[in-house]
């Protein structure tokens, strides 16, 4: 890069998704500035609270915000949904209205729970939102709420996210089958799993664009998420034939059940499979087999454990 670093800062940098993304901007040039409610000092961002959103990106001056902080309790959303709503709905709002107020560009992370799964095609970023749960609702409330304040933002909506970091839907099932648990997994809901690494490589990617591109960016909602789909069933599948063929679990059987046997507080859509044309041709980008990044964020995970 020609020039001082560009200043990206990153809201949600404590969680899954911002770890993976921080050292990934560094080794790319770009200088990252991590924001978290669970931060300290001036890395500390509560974005329910408008003043502070304001206040400290006035401060801190970045050339980009990129907002991965999200409430993502899917089932605890439906017994809180104002809780849900401060944070997926009012904080992209309150970061919204900083970045207009001093003109700087946004990324904002969403989710494929806008959708009801009722097509039977992989969606696209124009097709109409139809949320299932308190959970999709306020993310869809989030985009709305960025789109009515700043021209100048991309909403990724990405699906089924995972990664080394956090809790997630992997680490969960090595746990049970670890633990000697029963697996039963619902086999009747269709996505796409991504690996946090892969999307914050895309993210990169976008961030060098935004660079590049200037006022030229094509602004608005894109989708990126792993390359095929699979079932939460095949998905939990993979994981334990994955980790049974580096050595780190015994035999494990995964029994497929339907979502009505295990049906928890929120409903989810049985078909979330994300279209993701848009992204490649406007940035270059081709998600990777999905299988692929599940081999390389284990690979990852046993590394650490070792």
Request: neutral net charge; hydrophobic residues 40%; charged residues 20%.
């Amino acid at each position: 890069m020609n020039g001082p670093a560009m200043r990206v800062a990153v809201i949600g940098s404590l969680g899954m998704l911002g770890q993976d993304l921080i050292p990934r901007l560094e080794k790319a040039g770009f200088e990252a500035i991590g924001l978290d409610l669970l931060g300290s000092g001036s890395s500390r961002l509560d974005i329910t609270q408008p003043e502070a959103v304001l206040s400290l990106l006035k401060t801190l001056s970045p050339e980009l915000v990129i907002n991965c902080a999200a409430y993502t309790a899917v089932d605890q959303a439906e017994s809180e949904p104002e809780k849900a709503m401060a944070v997926n709905r009012d904080g992209p709002a309150h970061v919204a209205d900083a970045c207009a107020a001093l003109a700087i560009p946004l990324v904002h992370l969403s989710t494929d729970y806008v959708f009801d799964g009722r097509l039977n095609r992989p969606y696209r970023e124009d097709d109409p939102a139809h949320p299932l749960n308190a959970y999709g609702w306020s993310k869809w409330q989030g985009e709305e709420a960025i789109r009515s304040r700043l021209p100048a933002h991309l909403i990724i909506r990405t699906s089924w996210l995972y990664g080394v970091h956090g809790h997630n839907f992997v680490k969960t099932i090595l746990r049970k089958a670890r633990a000697g648990e029963d697996l039963r997994v619902v086999a009747d809901q269709f996505g796409s799993p991504t690996w946090t690494g892969d999307l914050a490589d895309a993210l990169v990617a976008m961030t060098k664009g935004i660079q590049t591109e200037g006022p030229a960016v094509k602004w608005g909602t894109y989708h990126f998420c792993g390359g095929g789909y699979t079932t939460w069933h095949g998905f939990a599948q993979a994981i334990v034939d994955e980790a049974h063929r580096r050595g780190r679990l015994g035999a494990v059987r995964v029994s497929p059940v339907s979502s009505a046997e295990f049906q928890g507080p929120a409903r989810r859509p049985p078909w979330s499979v994300l279209d993701c044309r848009k992204a490649a041709a406007a940035f270059n980008l081709t998600p990777r087999p999905w299988r692929q990044g599940l081999r390389d964020m284990l690979a990852e995970l046993f590394h650490i454990e070792a």
